[in-house]
């Protein structure tokens, strides 16, 4: 699955509702261009009563003045251009970090199994590229687009109001600018969102070769990964290639249509200016706008060219928005008991391959659960259910009365953290990686937590103790050490539910015993469900449920599972003759 783009009608809501919020700034941009332009119109009017005055040999202080004044025109269109390109540019980056926000915001909330289907690669590409596009054409297009659209209006009006007869010559650049922009835009616009989904592409494979770069080397995968990265980028130069030749029969057409008006305007001119029907003035006059027209065109069709891109990155950036979330996600606390209960729980990666089969299982609050199962028995699907990061397609799952998924994410963080092999550590201090959740955590209670978790030795040894950097560009830390890490940083979060998914997975046996006997203790008033892959983890739980196939098909303690001489007897023992 792909994230979504957003569609025209989104696209146009977000327009609208931007505008609507930055009403006044918009007007007060838009006044800014209007002055700019009608004042550099003044300027081929005073060219051509200078031209007619030096033709009938006014006095030299008349053509002095009007000199002077024609200086004072350009530099006061000077000083307004450049307040309104400031002021476009001040709202083009509020509003581009607004929507760079307002993505961030959904992406860190979107459902995980969205982000595992689509790859991380396509939301990478749509944070940093796109949003990149996004920036370009915000802070270019749309000052240029906006002076250019106003500069054309005016000037033609300015050409209409001197000479209709003589802007009549415009006409004939009309058909061919139509007809060459009718022809190119429907073409180009399916070739650019296939560029920049194909360079997306690009960047996502590059990012999966980084990532997992330790797996390629030991397979020997380096070639085929090398094959399949350069296929993409074939792929991305292919698309690349068809935008540009479009390009390339569009832009004379373009150029051609500057210069036919220029052409007209001098015939009409010098046939009006013998019969009598226009001055030499009034011609200069209408001739420097139509040659004045061509360099807003010019800058309007290359910026609509570019806000074709920009408007498909933006696009890419709010089609993130647009996937739903998990849950209605109301504010809604969990209320009276805060067992865990689970009715009827059902689940499917795909449609129609369901992988959890209904369970009921309730999980009194405080007791040690342990989950067991052979692989693939869908453990791990239902721990993520049981932490709110996936949605049942049926059945529910609950603290109490209140559902998970209503839960907001805020109070569903206090509520059950789920703590699962894979653990990030983040490129800042010791410090900040552990209090993510509350700056305010004191020393001593961060200190405390590392030597719940067996890291006191380890932080002592440090040059710079809690301010040491850690991770990218700072003090690399082995992933069984991120477990550790990660378990302190739960006991700081203080959630009344932990679900431990292969959480101590990476630590050498006797480690992973130890902290597991020092976080009993530490979460013994807490509901813990503990995934176990060392059944030894199992044993000492109060309850255990074993999986297999997506259905819980036994449930009791180990004395009892042990006597009943089940799946559960069989694996336990399995797991004595391995360990020998
Ligand atoms: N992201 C996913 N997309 C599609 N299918 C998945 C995904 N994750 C797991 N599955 C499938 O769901 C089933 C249950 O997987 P799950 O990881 O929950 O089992 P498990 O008991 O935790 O296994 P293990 O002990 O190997 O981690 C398996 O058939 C697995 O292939």
Known sequence: MKLPLADAAALRRWLRGTVRSHRSRFAATTLLYVLTTAVGLAGPQLLGVLVESVQAAAPVLRIDLLAGAFLLVLIAQALLARAARLRAMLLGEELLAEAREEMVEHALALPLGVVESAGTGDLLSRATTDIDRLDHTVRNALPEISAAMIAIGLTATAMLLTSPLLACGMLVAVPLLVLSTRWYYPRSLPVVQQVMERWSD??????????????????????????????????????????????????????????????????????????????????????????????????????????????????????????????????????????????????????????????????????????????????????????????????????????????????????????????????????????????????????????????????????????????????????????????????????????????????????????????????????????AHRLHTARTAERIAVMSRGRIVELGEHAELMAAGGSYAELYRAAKVDLG
């Open 202 to 531: 690009v960047q996502a494979g590059a990012h999966e070769s980084v990532e997992g770069a330790r797996t390629i080397s030991a397979l020997r995968l380096g070639d085929r990964r090398t094959a399949r990265n350069e296929h993409l980028l074939d792929r991305a130069v292919d698309a690349e290639k068809r935008h540009r030749s479009l390009l390339t029969a569009w832009l004379p057409c373009l150029e051609l249509s500057y210069v036919l008006p220029v052409g007209a305007i001098l015939l009409i001119g010098g046939w009006a200016h013998s019969a009598g029907a226009a001055q030499l003035g009034t011609v200069v006059a209408v001739v420097l706008y139509a040659q004045s027209l061509s360099a807003p065109l010019d800058e309007l069709f290359m910026w609509l060219e570019e806000l074709q891109v920009g408007g498909t990155a933006l696009q890419r950036v709010l089609g993130v928005s647009q996937v739903p979330l998990d849950g209605p996600r109301e504010p809604a606390q969990p209320v009276g008991e805060r067992d865990l209960v689970m009715r009827d729980l059902r689940f499917s990666y795909r449609p129609g391959r369901e992988v959890l089969h209904g369970i009921d299982l309730v999980v009194p609050a405080g007791q040690r659960l342990a989950i067991v199962g052979p692989s693939g028995a869908g453990k791990s699907t239902l721990g993520r259910l049981i932490a709110g990061t996936g949605r049942p397609d049926s059945g529910s799952v609950a603290f109490g009365r209140t559902e998970v998924t209503a839960m907001p994410t805020e109070s569903l963080r206090r509520e059950v953290v789920l703590l699962t092999q894979e653990q990030h550590v983040f490129a800042c201090s010791l410090r900040d990686n552990l209090a993510l959740l509350d700056r305010e955590t004191g020393d001593e209670e961060l200190l405390a937590a590392l030597k719940s978790v067996g890291l006191q030795e380890w932080v002592r040894g440090l040059d710079h103790g809690l301010d040491t950097r850690l991770g990218a560009g700072g003090l690399a830390v082995p992933a069984a050490r991120a477990q550790q890490l990660a378990l302190a940083r739960v006991l700081l979060a203080d959630p009344h539910t932990v679900v431990l998914d292969e959480a101590t997975s990476l630590l050498d046996s006797t480690t992973s015993r130890d902290l597991e006997q020092a976080l009993a203790t530490l979460l013994a008033d807490r509901t813990v469900i503990a995934i």
